[in-house]
């Protein structure tokens, strides 16, 4: 018995998945514009033949809302579907931003701490204090995007939706 795996079943361990189509950007464009004008209650976006940015319309926003990017590429003689769902990037940026800014600091304080130690010093007494704290923060840093991804799993869901039905039909089975 065999199963055979469609390109979005992955997304299931990946948020990312690359398909090929036979279709050409412009009409891979007119059709996902037309999908999504079908669908406006549910759904909004931005279109255009090489980039399209869709996200669910709801009454709230936070700050982890998900979105689905999708990318249109030639590659060789195909045409590749790039899709990736996740917040924007400017939240990514944001919180890969706090994990290092947090893990720089919490080293630094911890070899102020170690090196104070060695050389049998007191200048820094507050070091190993100030490195649990940074330790503190980078969990806290976590649990919220954990947080945010919780918040936003039934918009994940929703966009996994519409992934599968504005573009799986267009894929190209290759062999």
């Not at 919180?95 to 947090?102: A, D, Q």
């Not at 630094?108 to 190993?128: D, H």
Request: proline residues 2%.
């Amino acid at each position: 018995m065999t199963t055979e795996e469609t390109t979005l079943d992955r997304i299931r361990t990946r948020p990312r998945f690359k398909m090929f189509t036979h279709l050409t950007k412009e009409e891979y464009a007119e059709n996902l514009k037309k999908y999504l004008a079908e669908h406006k209650k549910e759904f909004s976006g931005n279109v255009n033949k090489e980039v399209a940015t869709i996200w669910v319309e709801t009454k709230y926003d936070n700050y982890w809302k998900p979105c689905l990017a999708l990318r249109v590429e030639k590659e060789e003689d195909d045409i590749v579907i790039r899709g990736v769902f996740g917040p924007s990037s400017a939240v990514w940026t944001f919180f890969m931003f706090l994990y290092f800014s947090f893990s720089i600091l919490w080293m630094t304080f911890f070899t102020m701490y170690y090196v104070e130690k060695q050389i049998k010093s007191t200048e820094y007494p507050w070091a190993l204090s100030a490195s649990f704290v940074m330790l503190f923060f980078i969990l806290l840093t976590y649990l919220a995007a954990r947080f945010g991804q919780h918040k936003g799993k039934e918009e994940m869901l929703k966009l996994r939706q519409f992934a599968e039905e504005s573009t799986l039909q267009f894929e190209k089975k290759i062999t």
